[in-house]
């Protein structure tokens, strides 16, 4: 546990974290080196350039595509992504017809494995209210314009069931390698907020 | 049953606000907060659904004005307790000497 000095009082959330570790650890009901491996994994080991490889290899398999689409879970665990908060996936995939979203309206349910931990203003009340209802608003608030005939699917995420968004391929992009189109797929596109960056910039 | 959590489609909640180059973590107390949660919950002291229940069981005025984290603090305090895994006065005495020691 971190024993840095602070320059101010700390707050009574922090006490209360404190105190809570502290105790645990007294009555050996954690280890806190496990602590410290949890908090390393998620801050610097899984993250969106998970998602980003399973987007890359559909884009350029096609029958991984289909596997992808159709067994969801299986797929992503070939490429050795699976398990806490990823136990059950669904890939659902943008078209020329169709826009994808995904949201937790009731908390904050998220693919882990693929994306890592979510962003705040996913967890929070504005998009988890407004992503149901109006998703149009919600997306050009990110920026994003889709045409008036495109349908949008709004994906409520739950304790049983995440969702991840393949995105369309953007155009330019013949001839790259798969890392190289990994590196255009951006989490927000995966969640469905964003478009992948094209390859001019 | 539904509560302030079930937040699909309520109006007013304001404008969404992402967080340009936003870390994992913005407090050290929220990195250990996680990673205090995923510990005790391998110690097989609570589900992940008594967890978001305990949440959903937050005051309504605190849950919207709270932070995620504050909302698993929130939880995990009130499930060790409701299972007598620690005692409310066990926590307040440590709480009280902590902020002792860093005063």
Redesign the interface.
Known sequence: MSNHRHNRPLTDVELRVKALESLLTEKQLIDPAAVDEIIETYEHKIGPRNGARVVARAWLDPDYRQRLLDHGTEAIAELGLSGVQGEDMVVVENTDQVHNLVVCTLCSCYPWPTLGLPPVWYKSAPYRSRAVSDPRGVLAEFGVEVPESTEIRVWDSNAELRYLVLPRRPAGTEGMSEDELAGLVTRDSMIGVGLPRSPNG | MNGI???????G???????PD?P??????E??????F???F??G?FN??EF?HA?ERMDPAHY?ES??Y?HW?SA??TL?VEKG??AQD??AA??AE??KE??
């Open positions: 959590h079930d937040l699909g489609g309520m109006h909640l304001g404008p969404i606000r992402p967080e936003e994992v973590f913005h407090e050290d107390w990195r250990r907060m996680f990673g205090l995923i510990a005790a391998g110690g002291h992940v659904d978001r949440i919207l932070s995620y504050e603090l995990i305090e060790l895994v620690l066990e926590l440590r709480k902590l902020a860093a005063a």
